[in-house]
């Protein structure tokens, strides 16, 4: 079946910039996570959706950043007003229904941002 | 400092050798992946793991909870074993029972 799909697969932009990145999740999986990794950093938690509830943004890094879930299904991350150190990949992941700490997260190819 | 360290962050080795890489983690966990990205891809969880030991194919992986430790094995390793490998733990409570925290990562070279 089909797994994860993000769009685009690069983005190069001028800095200020607004730009929105999409995540596709697998179809059922009802969690969706956003990662970025930076050059040469691990990887990092930007924001978790899960079902209905409200998502937790505790790891977004300025209020430059936001994303929706629409329909429980297709997220996406927006990034207002570029800046360079936002270059990075970003990465959407989803998983199974629940907060069990035994569900196997699915990752996408992610989205190589270049900030000009 | 890092919850979660990995070693060696870099790791060269010759077609056929056994590999290991290791990973150490501060807090309580639930559960721990093992990650592979190549280079210009994507993740794919390699193993999900909470005690004893996993195997798949020439992959081994083992975690001891008391230790707080997990070493990935790689055993007659291949140049399409290049990639690099991640570790990564999903806390006990709260928020972090659903949130991973990732190691940096061990660049592994395999060369033929």
């Known amino acids: ?116 | 400092k890092n919850e979660v360290e990995q070693s060696p962050q870099n790791l060269t080795a010759q077609e056929g050798e056994f590999i290991t890489i290791n990973c150490s983690y501060s807090v309580g966990i639930s559960a721990l992946h093992w990650l592979q990205q190549h280079p210009g891809g994507g993740i794919v969880s390699l193993f999900m793991l909470s005690s004893g030991k996993k195997k798949h194919g020439r992959l081994i992986a083992t975690i001891n909870i008391q230790e707080k430790h997990s070493s990935l094995h790689i055993t007659a390793s291949h140049p399409r074993d290049s990639a690099v490998y991640i570790c990564a733990v999903k806390g006990m409570s709260g928020g972090s029972n659903y949130k991973l925290t990732f190691g940096k990562g061990t660049l592994l070279t395999v060369n033929p």
């Open chain 1, 1 to 116: 079946g089909a797994g994860v799909s993000q769009s685009p697969s690069n983005k190069v932009t001028e800095k200020g910039k607004d730009v929105e990145l999409r995540c596709d999740p697998i179809s059922g999986h009802t969690a969706l996570y956003w990662y970025r990794q930076s050059l040469g950093q691990g990887l990092e938690f930007l924001i978790y959706f899960q079902g209905n509830s409200a998502p937790d943004k505790s790891g977004l890094p300025s209020d430059r950043f936001s994303a929706e879930r629409t329909g429980g299904s297709v997220s996406t991350l927006t990034i207002q007003r570029t800046q360079q150190e936002d270059s990075a990949v970003y990465l959407c992941a989803s998983t199974l229904a629940g907060t069990s700490g035994y569900n196997e997260q699915f990752f996408g190819p992610g989205t190589r941002l270049t900030v000009l």
